[in-house]
């Protein structure tokens, strides 16, 4: 006897024994509503009894209002029967109530899912299971994985990067504004992402940072630029919040020409789980040298005149130390 087991994954969700079940949602942003609709179709070993009971398992970031339930308007066209509710926690339970005829192999169930709301942190996630049980046929009995969903991170808003100067070499102080989309826990993390050619940002030193209280530390690796608050010295900064961050010791690479594509900025939790994000567009920001204007190209001075010659120059802006140094040739 040959026997063929046939199972798909990678997104198109789970085949066992003829039963496949699926999940789509219409929106994957943290802490909005996904609207979940998991779809059953069902298979003829055996064919879906008229006391089923379908219990489908949410991943536990998930979180489930106290009045969630099943729209299950449209089984109940699909069907013939009627079917009951019951929440618990991140479980949704429906339960054919036996009336109506077993369901043919190849019904498609369609499972509306209200009051549920996507998890607080962006990443990838397993969006639970199906549960399948009968009390009169125990063969029935099975489990169907249901893929996984990508949460997507909030977009900050009104995000502005300003730098104080844009000179090839020079250090330079750096003004970032952002108005969070959802809260930051106490022991929250700004990140700033500077383009890929500051390959070394080990001078940078926090300024000033209005918006969030509490204490923070400052840490940098290549390109990025990490704050976070000390765990308990300040409370949740919540939504809708506007934060200004002044960071000063940015040395511009020695390089003319466009600095890169954005800056990326995001906040994230105490376990650098991502919540909010956004890229600021900083193509048209242009690195270049300073440039220095001398009013006279060559100047004359009469032997013995003891008043000599005036050079003016304006360099702008002075350069390190304010000081300049320059040789005469005579």
């Not at 949602?25 to 909005?32: D, F, G, P, Q």
């Not at 700004?190 to 209280?213: F, H, R």
């Not at 919540?238 to 690479?253: D, F, N, W, Y």
């Amino acid at each position: 006897m040959r026997l063929l087991l046939l199972l798909c994954v990678g997104g198109f969700g789970a085949v066992l024994a003829g039963y496949d079940a699926t999940v789509s949602w219409s929106n994957a942003t943290v802490s909005t509503e996904p609207e979940l609709r998991v779809a059953l179709t069902t298979g003829n070993d055996p064919l879906l009894p008229v006391d089923a009971a379908i219990q489908i398992h949410l991943n536990q970031f998930f979180t489930v209002a106290a009045d969630a339930s099943v729209d299950t308007t449209a089984l109940q066209q699909t069907t013939g029967g009627t079917w009951s509710v019951s929440v618990a926690a991140n479980a949704f339970t429906v339960q054919r109530n036996g009336d109506g005829t077993p369901l043919n192999d190849g019904t498609e169930l369609l499972f509306q899912l209200t009051g549920v709301t996507n998890p607080i942190r962006a990443g990838l996630i397993t969006v639970g299971d199906v549960e399948l049980s009968s009390s009169t046929d125990s063969s029935l009995t099975r489990i169907l994985p249901l893929q996984t969903m990508q949460i997507e991170p909030g977009r900050l808003r009104n995000s502005l990067v300003t730098f104080a100067n844009l000179l090839s070499g020079r250090s330079t102080s750096l003004t970032i504004q952002l108005t969070l989309a959802h809260d930051v826990p106490n022991d929250g993390i700004v990140v700033i992402y500077l383009p890929y050619v500051y390959g070394s940002l080990s001078t940078v030193a926090l300024s000033s940072l209005a918006g969030m209280d509490g204490t923070f530390t400052l840490s940098t690796k290549n390109n990025m630029i990490r704050i976070q608050r000390v765990a308990g010295s300040g409370t949740g900064t919540a939504g809708t919040q506007q934060v200004v961050i002044e960071l000063s010791g940015i040395i511009h690479p020695l390089l003319e020409g466009p600095m890169g594509l954005s800056v990326l900025l995001q906040t994230l939790d105490g376990s650098s789980r991502i919540i909010d994000q956004a890229y600021v567009d900083t193509s048209l920001n242009y690195l270049s040298k300073a440039q220095v204007q001398i009013s006279t190209a060559s100047l004359q001075v009469a032997e013995g005149d003891i008043n000599g010659a005036q050079i003016l120059f304006s360099p702008s802006p002075l350069p390190e130390g304010n000081s300049v140094s320059y040789h005469i040739r005579w």
